[in-house]
């Protein structure tokens, strides 16, 4: 009887809140009324009302609070959350005597949101006032139901509401994008009792969707392309997830079969539950799957709909710390893949990181970089036996600590082996502008000045060496065009006129032998040919080359057997290296072809028979430091000997390859002032080759 009468005093402030509640204004409107209703029976200072959509919704109304203390007294959530695990009233008093009091909206066993009221410490709720509030319960639960349409129909119920309020503070934890999604996939797993599933990201730029993460299915669902790679990306024209993707509204299928959109992920799918995670646009859509077609029922579309809500803001998080990762990683490869070398370094000059073509290109060892590496400091000491100048290294380090925001470059040679590295210096920023210390970029630029200096060899030498017997073309011919000579004479210029010619001949042969030989488009016309014969016949035709000065010796073994090669390129090699020995050894002397069977060969030699064929003149010879260059191209020993001789610095190297093109190998040994030989080497016709 006293529980009526209570109940029956609250009746006209039930059927006001009734009417209000079940007006046409906006739902926040209406709930600002009710508190206006409720302090009409409840001495309270302010009130909020929270229920959920997509995210949480909160209507607070009253002044501002301020504690003793001055400051603002800001809403808690521990009564939200103790209202929400107990489901049940809950108050308590703080520190500053203000009460805080919570209760849940419950109807027909869901929560539909949390009404709470603070005041001072005399308010007061007892059994009227909570007879009041429960009787306004329905009333509340059918008016936020009424604002959310049909998706607020699917309301939680108070177990969910738990879970998901315990999964709110899961989410809050710092997570990454697979690990995120994981997660969220395995709790839409457990809770909905789904067999399979997936989420996909949605990348509107391209309008594609790219699948992430998956369980359950009994096959893989990714096809593969033809190099083996999983294909993670297709069209959102595809599909159901496509069709949620482009317009952020959720799909459920209860039989697959009868959707056109329907692309499957495993045959024994039946029902299918499509979510977007996030709206305008959709960040991701979770794909749920089971084999039954009841399996998705009000329940658990509201907590998959309550669970992409919620994942909303982590997964924005997620996507930009994983944006971050992808472009640190790009970075990273770039930075690690270049073939420059590159240091990173702060202000006093500590490497903070290299790549690994930074120690390759210095020729360091890789337990070198020890930390802390400061350079110059520790970098001058290791590159010291190297370094041609180290007062320029540690200058350039000194201009950049006196120029900080200046761009400095530096030629570094090296010697033993010999390399010129360009050293560019910079400085580095952080995002406010403010100077970080300096990058180091040295690239290896040997072949390149290599290049120029063989360029500007070549013109010189060739415009040199054409220009000479040109001269002498033209001067015979003017001669012959501008007045009679006797017979004689006559025959003498033309002769002369010949061999210029011929020289000139054999220089522009030079130089597209070269370039044929770079190409790869010479050929061996190979045939089992005896080295004796070869010999004869250009001895005979170099017998006027050699001339008075010099004496030519032949050592030929009388059984020699017959040599696998092409003719003319042997003759070829000959002529290069005879001439060259009459060339260099200008005081005349002796010049010695010997040919061994079965010589001793270097140990890098490839295996089977071989002869060794040597060439010894008593010339001027080669510096030990000249020798291994002196097969490159239009290189020259650079001596006043060797400028007055002449020569385009192509025969050497043309003999060289061509000898390597037969799987021989050439070599020389030289002394200053006392001569040179050079050995090649060439393979035996056994009967095997020649069959």
């Known amino acids: 009887m006293y529980a009526l009468t209570r109940t029956t005093a609250a009746l006209p402030l039930v059927l006001n809140a009734s009417r209000l509640l079940a007006g046409d204004q906006a739902l926040t409107v209406r709930l600002i009324g009710l508190f206006d209703v409720l302090r009409q029976a409840i001495a309270f200072h302010d009130g909020r009302m929270t229920w959920w959509r997509r995210e949480p919704i909160a209507v607070a109304t009253g002044e501002q609070w301020y504690a003793s203390n001055g400051w603002s007294v800001p809403w808690s959530d521990d009564i939200l959350r103790d209202v929400i695990e107990r489901g049940a009233p809950c108050h308590n008093t703080a520190r500053d005597a203000i009460t805080h009091y919570g209760a849940p909206i419950v109807w027909n066993g869901r929560l539909w949101g949390v009404l709470e009221l603070r005041g001072s410490d005399r308010m007061a709720i007892g059994a009227e006032e909570q007879a009041l509030i429960d009787a306004l319960a329905p009333l509340l639960a059918a008016a936020i139901a009424s604002d959310q349409g049909t998706t607020g129909a699917l309301t939680l119920t108070v177990r969910q509401q738990r879970v998901i309020e315990a999964l709110r503070a899961d989410l809050e934890a710092p997570l990454d994008l697979s690990h995120l999604l994981q997660f969220l996939l395995r709790w839409a797993l457990d809770a909905t009792g789904a067999e399979a599933g997936a989420i996909v990201l949605v990348d509107r730029e391209r309008g594609e969707l790219v699948l992430q993460v998956y369980e359950g299915y009994s096959g893989d669902p990714l096809s593969r392309d033809a190099f083996g790679e999983a294909r993670r990306r297709w069209s959102w024209e595809i599909g159901v997830a496509g069709k949620v993707a482009r317009t952020g509204r959720a799909t459920l299928l209860r039989d697959v079969s009868r959707d056109p959109d329907y692309r499957a992920f495993a045959p024994e799918v039946r029902a299918e539950l499509a979510v977007p995670i996030g709206a305008d646009p959709p960040l991701a859509v979770l794909l749920l799957d089971s084999p039954r077609s009841a399996a998705f029922g009000d329940s658990e579309v509201a907590f998959v709909d309550a669970l992409c809500d919620l994942a909303v803001n982590p997964l924005r998080r997620a996507l930009h710390y994983q944006q971050l990762l992808e472009t640190s990683a790009h970075l990273g490869q770039v930075f690690a893949s270049m073939p420059n070398g590159l240091v990173l370094m702060d202000p006093q000059g500590r490497v903070l990181r290299h790549n690994p073509a930074w120690l390759t290109i210095w020729g360091l060892p890789p337990d070198s970089m020890r930390d802390p590496f400061y350079i110059p400091l520790d970098l001058v000491p290791l590159l010291l036996p190297r370094l041609r100048d180290p007062l320029a290294l540690t200058e350039l380090c000194a201009e950049g600590q006196r120029s900080p925001a200046e761009v400095q470059s530096l030629l570094v040679r090296l010697n033993n082996p010999h390399q010129e590295l360009m050293l560019l210096s910079a400085p580095t920023r952080d995002s406010f502008g403010s100077l970080t210390g300096r990058l180091w970029i040295v690239s290896d630029v040997t072949r390149e000045r290599e290049a120029d200096r063989l360029k500007s060899e070549f013109l010189s030498i060739v415009s040199h060496e054409l220009r000479t017997p040109l001269t002498s073309i033209m001067g015979y011919t003017e001669l012959l065009l501008a007045r009679e000579f006797s017979p004689d004479e006559r025959s003498e210029f033309i002769k002369t006129v010949y061999n210029e010619a011929n020289h000139l001949y054999q220089i522009v042969e030079d130089l597209l032998g070269v370039t044929r030989l770079e190409a790869g488009n010479v050929r061996l016309d190979r045939w089992a040919v005896s080295l004796r014969q070869i010999i004869s016949d250009?001895?005979?035709?170099?017998?006027?080359?050699?001339?008075?000065?010099?004496?030519?010796?032949?050592?030929?073994?009388?059984?020699?057997?017959?040599?696998?090669?092409?003719?003319?390129?042997?003759?070829?090699?000959?002529?290069?290296?005879?001439?060259?020995?009459?060339?260099?050894?200008?005081?005349?002397?002796?010049?010695?072809?010997?040919?061994?069977?079965?010589?001793?060969?270097?140990p890098d030699h490839p295996k089977g028979q071989f002869v060794r064929i040597a060439i010894s003149d008593q010339g001027i010879g080669i510096a030990p430091e000249d020798l291994p260059r002196i097969?490159?191209?239009?290189?020259?020993?650079?001596?006043?000997?060797?400028?007055?001789?002449?020569?385009?610095?192509?025969?050497?190297?043309?003999?060289?390859?061509?000898?390597?093109?037969h799987?021989?190998?050439?070599?020389?040994?030289?002394?200053?002032?006392?001569?040179?030989?050079?050995?090649?080497?060439?393979?035996?016709?056994?009967?095997?080759?020649?069959?």
């Open 538 to 602: 250009l001895a005979a035709h170099l017998n006027n080359q050699i001339g008075g000065k010099h004496t030519m010796l032949i050592d030929i073994p009388p059984h020699l057997p017959p040599i696998y090669a092409d003719r003319d390129k042997v003759r070829q090699v000959l002529v290069n290296l005879i001439t060259n020995a009459v060339k260099y050894s200008p005081n005349g002397g002796e010049i010695r072809l010997t040919v061994v069977e079965g010589a001793d060969l270097p």
């Open 663 to 691: 799987g021989g190998r050439i070599w020389a040994e030289s002394k200053l002032n006392k001569g040179s030989t050079f050995f090649f080497t060439l393979p035996v016709a056994t009967d095997l080759v020649r069959r």
């Open 631 to 661: 097969w490159e191209r239009f290189y020259r020993v650079d001596n006043g000997n060797t400028r007055r001789i002449g020569g385009t610095g192509l025969g050497l190297s043309i003999a060289k390859a061509l000898v390597e093109l």
